[in-house]
């Protein structure tokens, strides 16, 4: 398939990831400041917001002007997204994109349908930082919800399988049976690449050392979407006899940055992404990540608040790149839930869950506090709900929830004005008190973890 467009991207790209900090910085600020113009004239949010400010567009001429634009949160990303879409935008051809709100509250964002030159120029990049090739055979544990599934289980997987070599196993529902098939299935289809969740590949990399399985042909695996610690890492790495790479992004900007073979800190994608660091109390050598993403003009995110911490290193890559790169990032757990029988479910399933209740909650929680008891914490967007509408949202919530807990798992639902952020800050929409102690290393033989 044609994608105009393509080529001037891998050779900007190319171009940029090798060449002088100087040269780099010069074109991000081009970009930035076309951007912050265009964002300024187009859209009724960024117009509002830098005059509150006190600066016009005109007045970044270098990156040390960066810092005096205002930050974009969450919150505000959540309340003003219809302002920041642009007037030259064709609504048409918007896609809305949901976050998964490990994180904090879920966000839904806008992206141009047409973004495919974009994304096949950051996965030739991102497959070169791996040392693959684009299109190489890649299998994925992600996860799946039901208008996705079809990808999985139906007709479709043969299609992805034979014309875009990818084949998918949920990582929403990791039973032993289910890892099993799909140890089965890519022991068949004998993938070069592995991509998943964290927490999906350190459970599938136990089962397979326990089975004393091989995935025959695999060259890498990518960690991505949670913090992945050191000893988990190795752990994948010695069950799937493959190094492990992690990748950094989100559902609002995707592609931010990827470690290359060296592994020492994740490069930057810096003709697409700028990214800074904010101050944050306690850290001395990092901070708040904020991001802009340059491409998207049809919904403009600029200095958007990502709410990770991290580090940031210029000092140029032993593999060559002189781009940024990210060093560590703390954070972004989202916990696996543990449920009677041995059933695993991504934290990530319950945010999706909520998508469909975007305008009815401010903000939920969900805890596992036993592996048959859920507490949701749940803040209501109208002021003095009642009974009706809360029993309503209660049985309806109930009811997808069973559907990948299984039945005996009690929901607990409490209504709050406000959910308060965790001791680091950061706000977590789902976590597990018995998840937490099999997934990262506490107690592998718990009988919660059975």
């Not at 991001?291 to 608040?305: H, S």
Request: glycine letters at 8%; charged letters at 25%; one cysteine or more.
């Amino acid at each position: 398939m044609r994608q105009p467009g393509l080529f001037a991207l891998l050779r900007e790209q190319n171009a940029l990831e090798r060449g002088p900090r100087a040269a780099i910085e010069a074109a991000q600020l081009r970009k930035f400041r076309a951007l912050v113009s265009h964002a300024y004239d187009t859209t009724v949010h960024y117009r509002r917001v830098f005059d509150q400010a006190g600066v016009h567009p005109s007045e970044v001429r270098s990156l040390k002007d960066v810092g005096r634009l205002p930050v974009l949160t969450k919150e505000e990303v959540r309340y003003h997204i219809e302002e920041m879409v642009s007037s030259t935008a064709d609504r048409g051809s918007l896609a809305q994109i949901y976050s998964g709100g490990s994180t904090g509250v879920p966000t839904m964002v806008y992206q141009p349908r047409s973004w495919e030159p974009f994304g096949s120029a950051k996965n030739v990049a991102f497959h070169r930082l791996l040392g693959l090739e684009y299109g190489d055979k890649t299998a994925y544990l992600w996860g799946l919800n039901r208008r996705n599934a079809p990808v999985e289980l139906g007709r479709n997987r043969w299609w992805l399988w034979f014309l875009k070599n990818q084949m998918v196993l949920d990582a929403f529902d990791l039973t032993e049976e289910r890892m099993a098939r799909f140890a089965g299935m890519i022991r068949r289809f004998r993938p070069r690449l592995l991509i998943g969740y964290a927490s999906a590949l350190v459970l599938f990399s136990e089962f397979i050392r326990k089975r004393g399985l091989a995935i025959p042909g695999l060259r890498a695996v990518c960690s991505t979407a949670e913090r992945l610690y050191d000893e988990q890492r190795r752990g994948v790495e010695s069950a799937m006899a493959a190094p492990v790479f992690n990748l950094y992004g989100s559902t609002e900007i995707p592609w931010i940055a990827c470690e290359c073979g060296t592994r020492q800190g994740m490069h930057v994608f810096e003709d697409s992404r700028m990214i800074e660091t904010l101050p944050f109390e306690g850290e001395s050598a990092g901070g708040r990540l904020v991001v802009t993403d340059l491409e998207n003009w049809a919904c403009p995110l600029i200095r958007y608040e990502l709410g990770d911490l991290g580090t940031l290193d210029a000092v140029p890559c032993p593999c060559g790149r002189t781009s940024l790169r990210i060093r560590n990032i703390y954070g972004r757990i989202s916990d696996v839930f543990v449920f009677p029988g041995g059933k695993h479910v991504h934290g990530e399933y319950f945010t999706h869950v909520f998508y469909g209740y975007r305008d009815r909650f401010k903000q939920f929680q969900v805890h596992q506090l036993a592996p048959t008891r859920l507490r949701v914490r749940l803040v209501p967007a109208i002021e003095g709900s009642d009974a009706d509408a809360r029993t309503r949202w209660e049985h309806a919530l109930t009811e997808e929830f069973r559907r990948a807990t299984g039945p005996g798992v009690t929901a607990e639902f409490e209504y709050v004005t406000v959910i308060p952020p965790e001791p680091s800050g950061k706000f977590r929409f789902t976590k597990s008190d018995v998840g937490s102690s099999c997934v990262h290393g506490g107690r592998p033989e718990s009988r919660d973890c059975k």
